[in-house]
């Protein structure tokens, strides 16, 4: 089993900052992808971002330029610097993991709450 805990997220005014944080734990074989969703109430949970282990990225259109994403590799956890945020960047993050050769996600944390003030 793997665990996957969020951290980072909170209140903060357009154009402000954020650094999101997920810590994978357990019994861990290998993660191929690391990702960032995030969903509203009444919303699809919308991929936000996505690194591979070797280091290639994805990112949705709306985060692009705006938004970083990262991953320690060793200590197993994934970042998402979050810049420049808008009132709809709010939303719970979520983030996931893949293992090798799937085609789902894996995994998924409880999520953070994001929430950005206008």
């Known amino acids: 089993q793997v665990q996957l805990v969020e951290s980072g997220g909170g209140l903060v005014q357009a154009g402000g900052s954020l650094r999101l944080s997920c810590a994978a734990s357990g019994s861990i074989v290998s993660i191929e992808v690391m990702g960032w969703y995030r969903q509203t109430p009444g919303k699809q949970r919308d991929l936000v971002a996505s690194?591979?282990?070797?280091?290639?990225?994805t990112y949705a259109d709306s985060v692009k330029d705006r938004f970083t994403i990262s991953r320690d590799n060793a200590k197993n956890t994934v970042y998402l610097q979050m810049n420049n945020l808008m009132p709809e960047d709010t939303a719970v993050y979520y983030c996931a993991t893949k293992v090798p050769f799937a085609t789902a996600w894996g995994y998924w944390g409880q999520g953070t709450q994001v929430t950005v003030s206008s």
């Open positions: 690194i591979t282990r070797s280091g290639t990225t």
